[in-house]
């Protein structure tokens, strides 16, 4: 059992995500659930980026650039929320914070967690709305993503000054995006997804 209510703290989230982060470490559920949750909403997110695709398949009368991307890069939506933690810790900690691993891996799975349920809402909307679910919600996604890793990552460590954080969290995130697209472009060429020659410049 959830010592609150999950409803109602995913909307705390949004207004006052510092405040729910520092409930959220209070609480302090042990190792094995936060491990746990990571894989539920990995899994979840898995789900629903199948389901996605299928629609965009249909929509789109099977012309789409690849097929089954959100399965075979599954394991990504594990290991990137794995990175994150690591991040918000390691390099909040570089800056005279003082959170732990442990604790930004709770952060980051809620963090998961809450933007699963926008991706659950874009997968509906693409019935109706299709470029809409594809950009605007994307958009969304990509900047409540940034507004809730700075305020999580301030809570984490103590830190005050939100611009000096979220411009830390920026350019980590900038670096961090350069080594993931470059990982995962060996990855989709290893498979065979996308030929050699198109990463020529």
Known sequence: MLPFDLR????????????????????????????????????????????????????????IPFENMAFLLGPLQIAIPLVIAFQMAFMGRRFGGQGSFRDALLLTVWMQGVLTILQAVQVVVMVFFPMTA???????????????????????????????????????????????????TNILVSLGLVPPEMMQP
Do not use: C, Q
């Open 8 to 63: 109602e703290m995913v909307l705390r989230t949004l207004l006052a995500p510092r405040e729910v982060a520092r409930e959220l470490i209070a609480w302090n559920p042990p190792n094995d659930a936060r491990w746990i949750g990571l894989v539920l909403v990995g899994v979840v997110s898995v789900i629903l980026g199948t389901i996605g695709e299928g629609m965009m398949t249909m929509l789109s009368r099977g012309k």
């Open 134 to 184: 594809m950009f605007a919600l994307t958009a969304i996604t990509i900047g409540l993503l940034i507004y809730l890793l700075v305020n999580f990552t301030a809570a984490l460590h103590g830190f005050e000054n939100l611009a000096a954080t979220a411009m830390g969290v920026l350019l980590t995130g900038f670096f961090t995006v350069l080594l993931t697209a470059l990982i995962v």
